[in-house]
């Protein structure tokens, strides 16, 4: 048996969870499965270790389950929705170090839409956009991230973004200004005025 795997086990519990601890559920789709067990630690000490919460993976529901040990607990609570977001980020697509800011830092969120929210794309139409929103190798989106200090996980037609509320609207409004056929260099000009004025 792999290493990377004895973590997960070790934590299973039968325990009920009936009781009045507050518990927050985090459903993992299958192609995240893999990832999870691989980074289980670097999820895992954080949540337990700094923010005193229980966590385990779930094998029957495939869901990460976080428990405040301390009935109610106000601070477990805040606690509890960071870890949460922690984990959602993470099983979004982006990297444990990346999430892990949620964590860290106060006024940083996650915000999910969909190609089709902006604009309706099928077939090509919709391939082609997505290919505009990471560009050549990735430099479109990496532009993007690091003009308005976001980061950005291209999953399918869904886009996640994570920073600060006023970075992810920059961000947003550059990527929905692509998926509605603006060329990259008008894009990138905008954005390029909007860091000139200190607006980031």
């Known amino acids: 048996m792999s290493t990377h795997n004895r973590p997960l086990r070790k934590i299973q519990s039968t325990k009920s969870t009936s009781d009045n601890r507050e518990v927050r559920k985090v459903p993992v789709p299958s192609h995240r499965l893999t990832p999870l067990k691989e980074h289980w630690l670097k999820i895992y000490t954080p949540v337990v270790e700094h923010l005193r919460l229980d966590i385990r993976f779930n094998v029957k529901s495939r869901n990460v389950e976080i428990r405040n040990p301390v009935p109610d607990d106000e601070i477990g609570s805040q606690h509890l929705q ?32 969909e190609v ?13 956009a997505i290919g505009r929103l990471a560009g050549k190798g990735g430099r479109t989106k ?13 999953a399918d037609s869904k886009i996640h973004i994570l920073g600060s509320f006023q970075n992810i609207q920059v961000a947003m409004r550059a990527i929905c200004n692509l998926i509605l056929g603006s060329p990259p260099s008008k894009v990138y000009g905008q954005l390029q005025q909007l860091s000139k004025s200190k607006v980031l």
């Open 82 to 113: 960071k870890a949460a977001d922690f984990v959602k980020a993470f099983v979004y697509g982006f990297e444990v170090e990346d999430a892990l800011a949620l964590i860290r830092l106060d006024n940083l969120f996650v915000e999910s839409f």
């Open 116 to 128: 089709k929210d902006v604009k309706t794309l099928k077939g090509d139409h919709l391939s082609r």
């Open 142 to 154: 990496f532009t993007i991230e690091n003009v308005t200090k976001t980061r950005i996980v291209l």
